[in-house]
């Protein structure tokens, strides 16, 4: 099926083509997107189709890492949003990320287990985002908070990954939990410390 059979047909065979690899992704597996003969036979179309809209499976990878990028974006900004006054942000954000990934292990397999270049600039909000969660990184480290929101990302990963790869371990306690003392450790302010020592407002 071509563009102008598609056209009448009110298909957007692009988006459909993009899902059905983002679903072969729901499930831990080398990193890899499905090949384009294996999509092109979960939509019920002849591989020439795919090519119309992806060329190449690069193609296709780039579409997918767009989307799912995106996808994790808006679940930890929507958790942002919606969190409880009075609830730490930053286990809020934690969370919403540690979920998201367990939720979609294939997917975050190819975003962050893959040698694929993940600007933030790959997401609408990813600029966005990035800023919220470096501003709430503040309360780990005021004078150098980029650094500190990598910190966390690190820390982040390192929970969703090792529960994907080695899940016959028993780790003692929930993803949620780990996050919680996790976090807790990252605010913890050393006594006598610098950073303790004087307030996070300098502008006085």
């Known amino acids: 099926m071509g563009r102008r059979e598609e056209g009448k047909s009110g298909r957007d065979l692009r988006a459909e083509l993009v899902a059905a690899a983002v679903a072969a992704l729901a499930q831990p597996q080398p990193v890899a997107v499905p ?8 939509c019920s179309v002849a591989p020439s189709a ?4 992806f060329p190449s499976e690069a193609d296709l990878r780039s579409a997918v890492l767009d989307a799912e990028y995106t996808s994790l974006i808006e679940a930890v900004e929507a958790a942002l949003d919606t969190a409880a006054e009075g609830a730490d ?3 809020v954000a934690g969370d919403a990320y540690i979920t998201w990934a367990l939720e979609h292990p294939g997917a975050y397999q190819l975003l962050f287990e893959s040698g694929d270049e993940l600007p933030a600039t790959r997401a609408a909000h990813g600029p966005r985002l990035q800023r919220r969660i470096v501003d709430l990184a503040r309360r780990v ?10 910190l966390l990302w690190s820390v982040w990963h390192g929970v969703v990954s090792l529960r994907l790869h080695k899940n016959e371990w028993d780790w003692g306690m929930t993803a949620p939990e780990a996050n919680r003392r996790l976090v807790a450790a990252l605010t913890a302010r050393p006594t006598g410390s610098a950073s303790a020592a004087e307030p996070e407002n300098r502008s006085q």
């Not at 480290?141 to 990598?150: E, I, S």
Request: proline share 8%; net charge positive; glycine share 0%.
């Open 35 to 42: 090949s384009l003969r294996s999509i092109a036979r979960a």
């Open 50 to 53: 795919v090519y119309w809209h």
């Open 89 to 91: 942000r930053l286990v």
């Open 141 to 150: 480290d005021p004078d150098a908070p980029f650094a500190a929101a990598l």
